[in-house]
């Protein structure tokens, strides 16, 4: 599908609206699991049938895959990433932090863009790990579900911290001991995400919208209200509304948090669940408030002074994206230095400052660096939460494989996905 620019976007939202594209479809987030539904969405990739296309794992024990390391005498790294997810110069052809690697260590990065869906690209990569051979990619950065899914399976490599000095100590305590990948042995994130409430004050008559609450009730808001089409997004936010902690959650919560959003559909209170589309809608007034990934909203506020958000009291959605090294990957060495090297706190902030999503670096560390570059940034939630954001942030515990189908083909029927 070709990509499609409206005219009537400010250039700041058509950066935004460029990030939508890394799924490779309109109207959908990079962000966006492809859900099970009548077409068999989760096909696509093999995920929800691994199991049953008889394609066991690589090792299902901890640890991958021992390979041999070719580092010492093959001064390169094999980097496949999401588009428009680095910095980059104003002529479009170079990577100044990656360039800035290379002149400093001698190792050459190839760097792919070739990662536009999480489902999509495990399809590509699944037939090699899952018969123990090299992928042809020394470093790839996926979304927590994925990664969590690969590290059970056994499919990517325990990092060695001593060739992460760095990302061990400047590493955000917010980030340190996921649920799937406890104090980081096999991945560190490339960015944080935040769900967040944004709101248009234009179209909210100047109220504030502080609550997933206030989105599923207030009639003032009927019809004007966007949901996310990422279940554990939307799902998640839901049920810390209800007082129920995402990362330990029962069928019955999950059921409630459901229930608890098909009453707002069925009111029509709520006008659509979106991807990254609802920037539009948004900044137009279209959508009067609606759930929100903080990197959008960066990009939106930018133009747009009457785009506000909001942490409710409840608490937000975290996630994040993450790097990992596949087994049988031949510059292991030389992709944990990679990983470092975007740990060293003047790395880090060029990073954020490109790509305005959440930094994962302590504040203290990287925010001096950031203060050089852009204050606004440097002092912006939305890119280096402060304490206060960073205790209300909650990441959306792991799933069984019969969770995952159940809980998403529930969600789908919600969205009529």
Partial sequence: MEQYEPENLSPAQLAAMRRSFRNGRAAMSRRSLLRASTGGALAVGGLGTLSACGIPA???????????DHSAKEKTINFS?????????????????LDAFTKRTGIKVKYTEDINDNVEFFGKIKPQLAAGQDTGRDLMVLTDWLAARLIRYGWVQKLD????????????TQFRNPDWDPGRSYSYPWTGISTVIAY??????G????????????????GKVGLLSEMRDTVGMTLLD?????????????????ARVQKAVDKKQVRRFTGNDYISDLSKGDLAACLAWAGDIVQLQADNPHIKFAIPEAGYISSTDNLLVPNKARHKT???????????????AELAAWINYVTPMETSVVRPELAKIDKSIADDPLIVPDKTMAAKGHGFRSLTAKEETSFEEKFAQLTGG
């Fill in 207 to 222: 109220k504030e919208i502080t609550s997933v609450s206030q989105l599923l009730d207030d009639p003032k808001l009927k």
């Fill in 242 to 258: 209800l007082g129920k902690d995402p990362r330990d959650f029962t069928a019955d919560d999950f059921d409630a948090a459901i």
């Fill in 161 to 172: 911290p001593a060739h992460l000095p760095h990302a061990y100590t400047n590493l955000s």
């Fill in 81 to 97: 990433n999401w588009t428009e997810y680095i910095d980059m110069s104003d002529d479009e052809k170079h990577r100044p932090s």
């Fill in 200 to 205: 248009n004050t234009e179209a909210t008559g």
């Fill in 334 to 348: 030389n992709a944990e230095k990679l990983i470092d090297y975007y740990y060293e706190p003047a790395v880090g």
């Fill in 58 to 68: 690589a090792s299902k024990s901890q640890g991958g895959v021992t390979s041999e």
